[in-house]
């Protein structure tokens, strides 16, 4: 009985169990087949291209987020924290693979689902369902929303916009590994022009450059 209490208490902190009255959620934990499983700190939990079968929920700590390009010419890095699901959108549709890797910064708690008990629940629960639709959906509106975004009217802006479009939240401290002449061909500048205006950014207090790398403090100041 106590482990049953255990999970709905659990499943209250999830957006895709938000909405459900109690009877459905004391059904949901006592009949549907979770996962769970603890992670010490250091630890990849999941790479980039592996196979999207279930929903992974982050219940507790902190995981760093990483997304390569795909001649692993530069790599972002960024975090998330409890709670979180990872990656809903991909469970279904043509690409069924995670795109980014999730490793542990602190020790995590993550609880999982399978794909028929997926399934399961989105036939049997109409607010699960919607709740899972309004996920995926937001992330749709929001890629799509992007791209109406009014054109950057200066290097700086420009270079802000790709940190923007290559990570998860616009917001939050982020770490790209990069070499500036290859932001200035993803730029289609020169390399001079962008070392000065990344200089200029950490005079500001923006970025901080180092060897290969540019750390970002708050992608939200950036973007302001």
Not at 29 to 38: E, R
Not at 121 to 143: A, G, K, P, W
Not at 145 to 167: G, K, M, N, Y
Request: charged share 20%.
């Amino acid at each position: 009985m106590s482990e049953q209490l255990n999970i709905f208490d659990r499943l209250l902190l999830l957006p895709l169990f938000q909405g459900m009255n109690s009877t459905d959620l004391g059904l949901v934990a006592g009949q549907t087949k979770f996962g769970f499983h603890h992670h010490e700190q250091g630890k990849t939990i999941i790479s980039e291209g592996d196979v999207c079968d279930h929903l992974c929920f982050l219940m507790k700590g902190t995981l760093e987020v990483t997304a390569t390009s795909s001649d692993h010419g530069y790599m972002f890095s960024e975090f998330i924290q409890a709670p979180d699901i990872l990656q809903p959108e991909h469970i279904f549709g043509l690409n069924q693979h995670y795109t980014r890797s999730f490793t542990t910064v602190t020790p995590c708690n993550i609880m999982t689902l399978d794909k028929s008990e997926v399934m399961m629940l989105t036939d049997e629960y109409l607010v699960f369902r919607l709740n899972l639709l309004n996920i995926i959906s937001t992330q749709s509106q929001r890629q799509q929303r992007r791209l109406w975004h009014t054109p950057p009217v200066d290097l700086r802006q420009r270079i802000a916009r790709f940190f923007e479009s290559h990570c998860l939240k616009p917001a939050g401290p982020k770490t790209v590994h990069i070499k500036m002449t290859r932001l200035a061909e993803e730029l289609n500048d020169s390399r001079l022009d962008i070392s000065v205006a990344l200089h200029e950014m950490q005079d500001k207090g923006l970025v901080v450059l180092k060897r290969g790398c540019i750390e970002i403090p708050d992608l939200r100041l950036l973007l302001s």
